[in-house]
């Protein structure tokens, strides 16, 4: 693999704060990769010959295109992890900061809670997880899809969600536990703070947002890929998470807004669809949202 734009894995997530106290990041989006190779070559050659610069890569999931139901096949999952390995160093090579989740079609092994696979030397699995960015800036992250129904009836199969109910139970307890684990460094400090501003990633999005309503063929009813629970989890934490980056749906590119939370579908990388995200925040405010550029390739 070239050995693209490697002088960003120097970057320093903490050094980005202007003389002003102004402190800014430049987020590389990505999503539903589905082995796309080609277009991830072609994705480096385009960061590397216009000399971008990100402060992190975010990849929202399908980074493979395994089928579920050989969730059980071990040789199979384990082939799986082996092309999300290939898939992710890629992305890795354009900034060692890489963040993400995996969808309904990648490998079983990196939807468990613990003992993930660890795929490539600095990549971070999301999927369940709470990190810290800043002093006051958290992301954090859920992977698989729950059903997608068109007009009542479920059109798309969830995993490793069968309904909604499992779904909220990961999302809740994902919160709470970074709510109440106290970090090293003796400070008695808990993960997810009262103040912090909260990225939250997730591969399938929010059920009442137009980023999840798939309407590829016009001439049919729309199709509901979102989850309700995600959706009522965003409404009940609006002051807080001010940023929901997601994939899955792929014919519903864009970005819209709930409250104070902006929600961002970047498009599939397997249709050459990415984006380029800048967040900032001014001294005593809160994170926010500054510009969001879908791009193609």
Same mark, same amino acid.
């Given at each position: 693999?070239?050995?693209?734009?490697?002088?960003?894995?120097?970057?320093?997530?903490?050094?980005?704060?202007?003389?002003?106290?102004?402190?800014?990041?430049?987020?590389?989006?990505?999503?539903?990769?589905?082995?796309?190779?080609?277009?991830?070559?072609?994705?480096?050659?385009?960061?590397?010959?216009?000399?971008?610069?990100?402060?992190?890569?975010?990849?929202?999931?399908?980074?493979?295109?395994?089928?579920?139901?050989?969730?059980?096949?071990?040789?199979?999952?384990?082939?799986?992890?082996?092309?999300?390995?290939?898939?992710?160093?890629?992305?890795?090579?354009?900034?060692?900061?890489?963040?993400?989740?995996?969808?309904?079609? =990648?490998? #079983? $092994?990196?939807?468990?809670?613990? *003992?993930?696979?660890? /795929?490539? !030397?600095?990549?971070?699995?999301? %999927?369940?997880?709470?990190?810290?960015?800043?002093?006051?800036?958290?992301?954090?992250?859920?992977?698989?899809?729950?059903?997608?129904?068109?007009?009542?009836?479920?059109?798309?199969?969830?995993?490793?969600?069968?309904?909604?109910?499992?779904?909220?139970?990961?999302?809740?307890?994902?919160?709470?536990?970074?709510?109440?684990?106290?970090?090293?460094?003796? =400070?008695? #400090? $808990?993960?997810?703070?009262?103040? *912090?501003?909260?990225? /939250?990633? !997730?591969?399938?999005?929010?059920? %009442?947002?137009?980023?999840?309503?798939?309407?590829?063929?016009?001439?049919?009813?729309?199709?509901?890929?979102?989850?309700?629970?995600?959706?009522?989890?965003?409404?009940?934490?609006?002051?807080?998470?001010?940023?929901?980056?997601?994939?899955?749906?792929?014919?519903?590119?864009?970005?819209?807004?709930?409250?104070?939370?902006?929600?961002?579908?970047?498009?599939?990388? #397997?249709?050459?669809?990415?984006?380029?995200?800048?967040?900032?925040?001014?001294?005593?405010?809160?994170?926010?949202?500054?510009?969001?550029?879908?791009?193609?390739?």
């Amino acid at each position: 693999m070239e050995n693209n734009n490697n002088n960003n894995n120097n970057n320093n997530n903490n050094n980005n704060q202007d003389d002003n106290g102004i402190k800014r990041k430049r987020i590389l989006l990505t999503t539903d990769l589905h082995l796309g190779y080609d277009h991830l070559k072609e994705l480096s050659n385009v960061v590397y010959k216009n000399a971008q610069r990100f402060d992190m890569v975010i990849c929202t999931g399908d980074i493979a295109n395994f089928d579920p139901e050989e969730a059980g096949d071990v040789e199979k999952v384990a082939a799986c992890e082996g092309e999300m390995s290939h898939a992710l160093s890629y992305l890795e090579n354009i900034d060692k900061h890489l963040y993400y989740l995996p969808g309904n079609h =990648d490998a #079983k $092994t990196t939807l468990s809670k613990d *003992d993930k696979p660890r /795929l490539t !030397t600095y990549s971070t699995n999301l %999927h369940r997880e709470c990190i810290r960015l800043e002093d006051d800036l958290v992301v954090m992250g859920l992977g698989g899809s729950v059903p997608g129904y068109r007009e009542g009836e479920q059109k798309w199969v969830g995993y490793p969600y069968t309904n909604e109910d499992d779904l909220n139970r990961d999302l809740q307890e994902t919160y709470e536990t970074a709510k109440n684990t106290v970090v090293s460094g003796g =400070d008695n #400090k $808990t993960l997810i703070r009262d103040g *912090d501003s909260i990225i /939250l990633l !997730t591969h399938v999005g929010p059920h %009442h947002s137009s980023t999840t309503v798939d309407q590829f063929d016009i001439t049919v009813a729309p199709l509901y890929s979102g989850s309700k629970s995600i959706s009522q989890f965003i409404i009940d934490h609006n002051e807080d998470i001010f940023l929901n980056i997601h994939g899955h749906t792929h014919a519903a590119v864009g970005m819209t807004t709930t409250g104070n939370t902006t929600i961002i579908n970047p498009g599939p990388l #397997k249709f050459k669809c990415y984006g380029i995200l800048e967040i900032e925040k001014h001294f005593s405010q809160k994170w926010k949202v500054t510009s969001m550029q879908f791009k193609r390739l």
